[in-house]
């Protein structure tokens, strides 16, 4: 059998999924399992990825980098390093002075590419729709920028005087924060500022962790930025997330995106049998999920893995991916959705005299690669975690946000949880950031992450825009509802997280277009433009004239809600 690396398991995701789904990073010790494979590494010395065939509609989009400071915090440290930036003047207008400035801020991830600027699922349905809009409609020229975010893609500092060091050491990675990186952008936009020559309105865009960024880059720095569009961030910091597999489970209920309380059943059920069995012959269960080396699975901790690594490999969780934070409702593939996911299990269940165990093994290897075994071997995994190796998905780099900032470790420790409740505690990943990293004071710091930004306190502030899909786990984490007008919240139902900000398409659901509507009307409303944009009465979304006052709502009734717009 063939062991499945990552670099298989990123073509059948792109297999399963027409479009390309960004966001914060779940992949974690799942997928480095794969005995010494990861995928496509780049060592330190050659940070700079393959080059790509620029398409025509890139033409006008320029690669460019600037001198960064390299730790804003102390005035001894003069070190610098290249951070690398785009920037298109596709939308400025002949004869006019440029009146604004929009830029799709950076983060986790792969690094940015021009694409980025056109048509990627960064910022291309809200900002350079709205760009587009302000720039053919109302003759208004708007600068546009993507700035890449530190320790990703290209915008790694340099190390060792020439030795090559690796810059994802444990020693070097301590300039790596958000912070750092709020602080690189308020340097870019006054740097930027005083090459225009003018100061613009800027106003930031960006969805997950960008998102996240994109709000703080307001709140924290208004005589920089004058606005900022916030979809899919998750402000309400946590080190244990339950939330996040809390509403997997209710999306599997959730009827608008094809779910049902038999779909969830039967996960939950086929988990439930799994563990059953991992107690009493794990050797059968390995066999039954086609791993490598079943022997592996008589330890505790490889239980522990296998109930999650056959999906979380996918970007998911628990014995088959479920694509919650992707579902896509006009994908074409066989398992592609929610909706496709739930008839497919539902269906076998009610016509087979298959066990709901069964059907997970039959969804698993449709998700998989034919033929393919998976490697399970949690310590393997923490010996290649701890390789100081730059990797073009940034590994290491997001790695290290969690265990020093953000946390976001998603746990499965109920009945609401599709999956196997108590087969992963958040113990799991803290013992990743205590071997990898030597940071044992996870909570400390997720705190204090919190006390600096204020989480889901937005008592100060003004002209965030935060937009969230109901869909969305990473919802359960986000600013679904505010009572100031100046800081306005909009749910979208049936959406996953931050679909707006892809790629347009005819085959967009009526809530996406309309919630791009409200996007643009707000912004424009900011910006001292007057919209003209019109809503469909039974599609209606709140404007800037009211506030929603309602209780913020637990995770786990977010997706079972009845969503107004009126």
């Known amino acids: 059998m063939i062991p499945l690396t990552l670099t298989t398991l990123v073509v059948v995701v792109l297999c399963l999924s027409p479009i390309r789904v960004e966001g914060i990073y779940r992949y974690r010790y799942r997928d480095v399992l794969q005995q010494n494979h990861f995928g496509k590494i780049k060592q330190a010395d050659n940070v700079q990825p393959a080059a790509k065939e620029t398409t025509a509609a890139e033409d006008d989009v320029q690669e460019l980098y600037f001198s960064q400071t390299l730790d804003h915090f102390d005035s001894n440290n003069h070190g610098t390093f290249q951070q690398r930036y785009f920037k298109t003047d596709r939308y400025i207008v002949e004869n006019q002075v440029s009146e604004f400035t929009f830029l799709c801020v950076g983060g986790e991830g792969p690094g940015m590419d021009k694409s980025v600027l056109v048509d990627s699922v960064h910022c291309t349905g809200d900002m350079l729709e709205l760009a587009k809009r302000l720039s053919n409609e109302k003759q208004i020229s708007v600068h546009v ?7 990703y893609g290209t915008s790694y500092p340099a190390f060792g005087n020439g030795k090559q060091e690796s810059p994802v050491t444990n020693q070097n990675l301590r300039f790596l924060s958000s912070r750092q990186a709020l602080e690189d952008l308020a340097h870019f936009v006054h740097s930027i500022n005083e090459e225009q020559g003018v100061n613009t309105k800027w106003v930031t865009f960006g969805g997950s962790y960008p998102g996240f960024m994109a709000a703080y880059a307001r709140l924290k720095y208004p005589h920089l930025v004058y606005a900022g569009v916030s979809s899919s961030a998750p402000l309400d910091l946590k080190v244990d997330f339950p939330g996040y597999n809390q509403l997997v489970g209710a999306d599997l209920k959730y009827p608008k995106v094809g779910g049902s309380e038999a779909c969830f059943d039967v996960v939950k059920e086929g988990h439930n049998q799994a563990v059953q069995l991992i107690e009493t012959d794990p050797i059968k269960l390995a066999e039954t999920f086609n791993i490598c080396t ?5 330890d505790r901790r490889n239980q522990e893995v296998l109930l999650y690594v056959l999906s979380m490999a996918l970007r998911g969780d628990g014995l088959i991916q479920i694509p919650a934070q992707s579902n896509d409702p006009s994908c074409e593939g066989e398992l592609c959705n929610i909706e496709r996911l739930c008839q497919h299990m539902t269906s076998m269940a009610s016509s087979t005299n ?8 039959d969804v698993a290897s449709k998700q998989a690669p034919s033929g393919a075994c998976l490697e399970v071997d949690w310590n393997t995994t923490l010996a290649e975690l701890s390789k100081p190796t730059v990797t073009e998905e940034g590994w290491r780099s997001w790695l290290w946000q969690t265990c020093t900032e953000v946390g976001f470790y998603q746990t499965c420790e ?7 409740a108590s087969f992963h505690s958040v113990d799991m990943d803290l013992e ?3 071997v990898v990293f030597n940071v044992t004071n996870v909570h400390e710091n997720v705190q204090a992450s919190l006390d600096y930004y204020g989480g889901l306190d937005l008592d100060g502030g003004s002209r965030v825009l935060f937009v969230n899909g109901d869909v969305d786990p990473w919802s359960a984490l986000g600013v679904l509802n505010s009572t100031r007008c100046s800081l306005p919240a909009a749910i979208v139902a049936g959406a996953s997280h931050h679909a707006w900000t892809h790629v347009v398409r005819e085959s967009d659901a009526p809530e996406i277009v309309q919630v791009r509507k409200y996007i643009y009307s707000v912004v424009e409303n900011w910006l001292g433009v007057r919209s ?12 800037l004239r009211g506030c929603l006052e309602e209780p913020r709502l637990l995770p786990h009734e977010i997706a079972n809600r009845d969503i107004s717009y009126e």
């Open 145 to 151: 920028y993507a700035l890449e975010h530190r320790y």
């Open 532 to 543: 003209e944009e019109e809503f469909d009465e039974d599609k209606q979304i709140p404007r």
């Open 294 to 298: 079943p022997e592996n699975l008589k």
């Open 414 to 420: 109920d009945e609401s949880c599709p999956y196997a």
């Open 354 to 361: 298959s066990s709901a165990m069964d059907i997970l093994v």
């Open 432 to 434: 990743i950031c205590s």
